[in-house]
T-cell receptor, first 111, second 113 residues
Framework: NAGVTQTPKFQVLKTGQSMTLQCAQD?????MYWYRQDPGMGLRLIYY???????DKGEVPNGYNVSRLNKREFSLRLESAAPSQTSVYFC??????????FGPGTRLTVT | QKEVEQNSGPLSVPEGAIASLNCTYS??????FFWYRQYSGKSPELIMS????GDKEDGRFTAQLNKASQYVSLLIRDSQPSDSATYLC?????????????FGKGTKLSVIP
């Protein structure tokens, strides 16, 4: 089992460009999450999907959209990237709703 | 606003010593508590979960929970240089059907050989 996978690992965008971060899990988990991690700010929840077909906003959703494509895949889209979105993005999933398992992360720089 | 507080450190301990990491949380209805380890440049890795008052041991790690004091801690016995990392405390509140984790900002641990 690969667990939680994320693509790409690194990305550099110019302000105003768009991109989609991909996340997939092969653990048959119901819930999936997108976080961002910034120095001094800790991990903050952007969006989550409690189950296939549902998505909800987390703490910092502005500037992002998500799609729960199927049970395995949960993507995060930046429609018009801004320098404030420079961060490390982590996807996570859980079966029981308690113990979350994280992917390796995407390091995004917006210039 | 639910808050999870941790001392940012760095916490330095000599090899072989006990490292004690502490976490307090503001939401009294919190029911589930987790410790994650994060090496520099890597993703968080779940190392302990605890749901009821008392101690839970797993190898060199012991998690301690005191709901009355809204306090959870992680003890690492016989600390090794490989334990040097940032440790994140995370909490889920009861009734949060979406199972949203709230994270502390982490404590950086340095184990000195």
């Amino acid at each position: 089992n690969a667990g939680v996978t994320q693509t790409p690992k690194f990305q550099v965008l110019k302000t105003g460009q768009s991109m989609t971060l991909q996340c997939a899990q092969d653990m048959n988990h119901n819930s999936m999450y997108w976080y961002r991690q910034d120095p001094g700010m800790g991990l903050r929840l952007i969006y989550y999907s409690a189950s296939e077909g549902t998505t909800d906003k987390g703490e910092v959703p502005n500037g992002y959209n998500v799609s729960r494509l199927n049970k395995r895949e949960f993507s995060l889209r930046l429609e018009s990237a801004a320098p404030s979105q420079t961060s490390v993005y982590f996807c996570a999933s859980t079966a029981s709703g308690y113990e979350q398992y994280f992917g390796p992360g995407t390091r995004l720089t917006v210039t | 606003q639910k808050e999870v507080e941790q001392n940012s450190g760095p916490l330095s301990v000599p090899e072989g010593a006990i490292a004690s990491l502490n976490c307090t949380y503001s939401d009294r209805v919190s029911q589930s508590f987790f410790w994650y380890r994060q090496y520099s440049g890597k993703s968080p890795e779940l190392i302990m979960s605890i749901y009821s008052n008392g101690d839970k041991e797993d190898g060199r790690f012991t998690a301690q929970l005191n709901k009355a004091s809204q306090y959870v801690s992680l003890l690492i016995r016989d600390s090794q240089p490989s334990d040097s990392a940032t440790y994140l405390c995370a909490v889920i509140a009861s009734g949060a059907g979406s199972y949203q984790l709230t994270f502390g900002k982490g404590t950086k641990l340095s184990v000195i050989p």
